[in-house]
């Protein structure tokens, strides 16, 4: 029954890696690397998000997002193929140093005067900014993150098979150690991806904001596949009101957490004043950054924060799928907040959002998300809809009763 849907999926990845590729010749390999860099970010947030939420169903023994959680497994498939849409960067990187990341050349220009070699910045954090390391740790996360979800899916889908009590045990304890470990990785990729293309920045809100951005996307695009299969016929009679109003409280959460987290950042900033970090928010108030900036202020905070106090608006099923493409797109927006002002024009100012970066950070995007929905699509073919036998079933299914 997906083997359509895979086929359309696996049209749109090849439609985007197209569209990136030929930005490469329009704009430059900078620019569409960096682009690629937001699509990267983009997609391992939900891939995170939903490896979290996983954890989290287990540590708290949760009976409502049982069969939620099933979904989520399937989207954690995602992990080998981001891993394998990195290695280009990598490799790019190896061939010319600065394709993204300035530091990874100690003869990139930063002024007239100086290179990053020369940077006293650079110098006290070269032991952690070398490309050897990064490509080091970038493929122990991914591969961190792929070997315990695939622990995490081998125990519940055996769990469908045999019915085995132990199984949602094994996957308790696994989230015991998997959250801590997985919560210190996000940061850190979020730093050495994102945070270190201006690498003078200093905050350190960063690996928390990033969490917040995986949460909500993760849970964002959970409503849209739950609400697909719903109408597909595969959750009619299972897929019940409090489900969706249990979805839509953490949606709310985490949209009032993202929202207190970029305050605070912000604040903190502003009210010390200091230059080594207020520059960070300075080139994001150039031109039209100004605009995203207020868009994220209002985008992507009070208006789904206004949508998701409504209780009719979580549990209905259309408006909660619109809620949720909205907060996928200001997500990606959010991601490109953070990593397109890195392109900076002759002068040393940001690029515009609304230019041809923006173009190729959608294709790129498109691009990975054709094939990590292709692979979610796959894996979905591969189990039942639900959890049948997990130990909690009964009460997940009569949750509104």
């Given amino acids: 029954m997906t083997r359509p849907d895979t086929s359309k999926a696996l049209g749109i990845g090849a439609a985007g890696i197209i569209v990136a590729i030929i930005g490469i010749f329009v704009s430059s390999p900078h620019a569409v690397a960096t682009a690629w860099l937001v699509g ?208 839509g409280q953490l949606m709310l959460t985490f949209t009032v957490f993202w929202a207190y987290v970029s305050f605070d950042q912000y604040f903190l900033i502003w009210n010390a004043n200091v230059p080594e970090e207020t520059f960070w928010y300075n080139i994001r108030e150039f031109g039209d950054w100004w605009y995203v900036s207020l868009f994220l202020v209002f985008g992507n905070f009070l208006l789904p924060f206004c949508l998701l106090l409504s209780y009719r608006y979580k549990v209905t099923h259309v408006t909660a799928r619109r809620i949720a493409y909205f907060i996928l797109v200001v997500v990606f927006i959010d991601i490109c907040y953070n990593i397109l002002p890195a392109l900076k024009d002759a002068n040393g100012n940001p690029q515009p959002f609304f230019s041809l970066n923006l173009l190729w950070s959608v294709a790129a995007t498109a691009g990975i998300g054709g094939i990590c929905m292709a692979a979610y699509l796959r894996s979905l073919a591969t189990t039942k809809i639900i959890p049948i036998r997990d130990p909690r079933i009964g009460e997940c299914l009569n949750h509104d009763d």
Wanted: charged share 15%; proline share 3%.
């Fill in 40 to 247: 990267l970010g983009f997609w391992t947030a939900i891939a995170i998000g939903m490896l979290m939420m996983v954890l989290i169903h287990h540590i708290f023994d949760s009976q409502w997002s049982v069969v939620l959680r099933r979904q989520f497994e399937h989207g954690l498939r995602f992990f080998p193929w981001l891993l394998l849409l990195f290695i280009p960067l990598i490799i790019g990187s190896v061939f010319k140093k600065d394709l993204v990341w300035p530091w990874m050349d100690p003869s990139h220009q930063l002024a007239a005067t100086h290179t990053v070699r020369d940077d006293i910045a650079y110098v006290k954090k070269s032991a952690f900014l070398n490309l050897p390391l990064f490509t080091i740790l970038t493929v122990a996360f991914y591969l961190f993150w792929w070997w315990i979800s695939e622990r995490l899916r081998k125990a519940s889908f055996t769990q469908d098979v045999d019915g085995d009590p132990r199984w949602s045990s094994q996957n308790g304890k696994t989230s015991g150690f998997g959250i801590p470990v997985v919560g210190l990785m996000l940061t850190a990729a979020a730093i050495y991806w994102f945070k270190s293309l201006e690498y003078h920045w200093f905050s350190t809100m960063y690996g928390v904001w990033y969490f917040s951005d995986c949460m909500r996307a993760a849970l964002s695009l959970g409503v849209v596949l739950m609400v697909w299969l719903y109408r597909r016929g595969d959750l009619k009679g299972i897929l019940k009101t409090d489900h969706m109003w249990a979805i």
